[in-house]
């Protein structure tokens, strides 16, 4: 066997066990840069400071299809679009305001205000957008000009579905941050929405038949660490929908609620919560696939899969604990502040790292100096989205897991091959 068979099968090998497991860097960006409809009104912007370059960061990620939606958060002025769409403009992959630039400005109550995150229903096509009305909310003054509301979006019909807004005694006007949300399926349809508020520690139940809000609090929810400043942030919704799951940012608890109690107003929701464990590290976004929940570890740079599954199989899930834990992928430089999740149709789970704590204390070179800013990254998991099998159980996602399987199987064949045939030949 020459030389050159042996290299061709080791580049198999490893071209399949990079499929198995690696990421794919998907976008880099030094700045947020939008798609202009010409350099007239990006001039304009600049000028009147509508377009402040550092202030500009991506945070939230969602997909649907072959669109990615991104987020820009409105922490400080100077955001001209919180929520956009990938576009590859001149060669380049750059931001589309969506669904419009008139969506998008600052004091009309209509349009998006500040939209941190929003979940997309991949059986409807519908995005679920959060949108805090407040803006500016790192800044000393923040700007509370429109109340927070949510808004259903159809993506394939381009047109409103729902627009609520919550009450003042619901969702605090002036200190509100509702900052991540999924959704909850009963018989088919959604029937209800969580939202985390990660300054006013409570979680919100949006009752979309009756078209009203409430939330809980409970101390499982607010910071644990002292000093602590971020309490709830990242929430996550198991597939059969029995159970959500939730974790400060500023604290390492992991806790589990049941849904039949997030459905119930009148609820004793602390008499129901439960810790489920430690993870290894402060977590902003977490998500659940359709077997582990996945966890961003925001300064140990990386993403961490706990198998919800194989964990529940010991206890069953009313009982399960955080104990199958383990580091997916990791990059001391290019993932730091591993955010917010999002999945595809082919078993990807993508995230978003924008090392965060450099925008805050404005130590973050926009020249491109150092390297780029913002990363999207892509990871094969060979899961699909907790919602993926919402409405069809069984049908929906054959195909999906079957050409998972179909390749993990492919790498296990070619394996046991190149095993074969250098027992065959011998090594040269
Ligand atoms: C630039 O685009 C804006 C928004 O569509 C439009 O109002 C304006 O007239 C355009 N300016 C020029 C010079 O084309
Ligand atoms: C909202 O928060 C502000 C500031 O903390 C507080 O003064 C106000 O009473 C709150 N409003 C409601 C309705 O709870
Ligand atoms: C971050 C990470 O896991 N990278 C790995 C990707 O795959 C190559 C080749 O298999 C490894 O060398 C990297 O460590």
Known sequence: MDLYAVTSLLVLWVTCSRAATNQTLVYSWVTVEYDWPNDTMKAEYIKTKKYIVENNIVTGIKLYKDDVFLTVSRWRPGVPSTLNRVVTKGGKSVLQPYPGWEDQTVGQCGALQYVQSMEVDPNTGFIWIIDNGRTDTMETTPSNLCPPKLVVYDINKKKEVRSYTFPDDVANHTSCFLNDIVLDYVNGDVKFAYITD???????????????????????????IPGGKFPIDGIAMSPDFKYVYYCPLDGLGTFQIATSVLRNKDAAFSQHVRSVGQRVGKTGGITYGQRSIFYGLLFKNGVQRWMVEEDAQQTGYDKVTLTTDQLIVHDDVRM??????????????????NDLTTYLDRTKDFSGASGPNMYVWKVFVNEGSYLSKARDQGQTNADKSSSGATSVLHCVGLRV??????LLFGIP
């Open 198 to 224: 990660t300054n006013d520690a409570k979680l919100y139940v949006y009752d979309y038949d009756k078209d009203e809000s409430y939330f809980f609090q409970d101390d499982t929810m607010k910071a644990s």
């Open 336 to 353: 730091r502040w591993p955010d917010t999740f999002g999945w595809d149709d082919s078993g990807h789970l993508w995230f978003t790292a």
């Open 417 to 422: 091959a190149l095993f074969v045939v250098l």
